[in-house]
T-cell receptor, first 115, second 112 residues
């Protein structure tokens, strides 16, 4: 089955610790995305990558970092600099990135709680 | 800059009643528009998308949406609500780079 996997489903961390969220896709998609979802806020773009070894900041990149060493993988690190890290994080991918009508496919999400 | 406004953060309908979820967009170029559905603690699933081929777009689970350029709207409808339709619905517009701009979502409740 093709799709996007995110692990773990739930993640708990202490304040001040960095944490890495996993995102893997076997759809052979070029583009991958990370979103943050807070109640009543919709989805906000953190980072996106249109090709391996390249990525761009989204609207709320501060306190986050990513890498794209492999086409299938796009891990997100939530650093201690992120002031309000508790949220639901969604990873997505699309077959082509630029100027396209391609829809994005979403993973099941990771709920991060920082105390 | 492109933007999406979803009118009504919560909508409640009775089972069997018409579902109407409103979405208005702002775009300087012909847009690509999407509706997604999200069930609790899950990712988003595509319901339908508009790519200029036809103004009335049919999606999964009996949903459809009509693109109205004059009203800059892309409202989502379903003739008869089912209990399983209870979820949160997001409208999105595609930017020139392919990124999606999402509305803040509308939670649909279905009363028996």
């Amino acid at each position: 089955d093709g799709g996007i996997t995110q692990s773990p489903k739930y993640l708990f961390r202490k304040e001040g610790q960095n944490v890495t969220l996993s995102c893997e896709q076997n759809l052979n998609h070029d583009a991958m995305y990370w979103y943050r979802q807070d109640p009543g806020q919709g989805l906000r773009l953190i980072y996106y990558s249109q090709i391996v070894n390249d990525f761009q900041k989204g609207d709320i990149a501060e306190g986050y970092s990513v890498s794209r060493e492999k086409k299938e993988s796009f891990p997100l690190t939530v650093t201690s600099a992120q002031k309000n890290p508790t949220a639901f994080y969604l990873c997505a991918s699309s077959i082509t990135p630029s100027g396209s009508s391609s829809e994005q496919y979403f993973g099941p999400g990771t709920r991060l709680t920082v105390t | 800059a492109q933007s999406v406004t979803q009118l009504g953060s919560h909508v409640s309908v009775s089972e069997g009643a018409l579902v109407l979820l409103r979405c208005n967009y702002s775009s300087s170029v012909p847009p690509y528009l999407f509706w997604y559905v999200q069930y609790p603690n899950q990712g988003l699933q595509l319901l339908l998308k508009y790519t200029s081929a036809a103004t009335l777009v049919k999606g999964i689970n009996g949903f459809e949406a009509e693109f109205k350029k004059s009203e800059t709207s892309f409202h989502l409808t379903k003739p008869s609500a089912h209990m399983s339709d209870a979820a949160e619905y997001f409208c999105a517009v595609s930017e020139s780079q392919g990124n999606l701009i999402f509305g803040k979502g509308t939670k649909l409740s279905v009363k028996p």
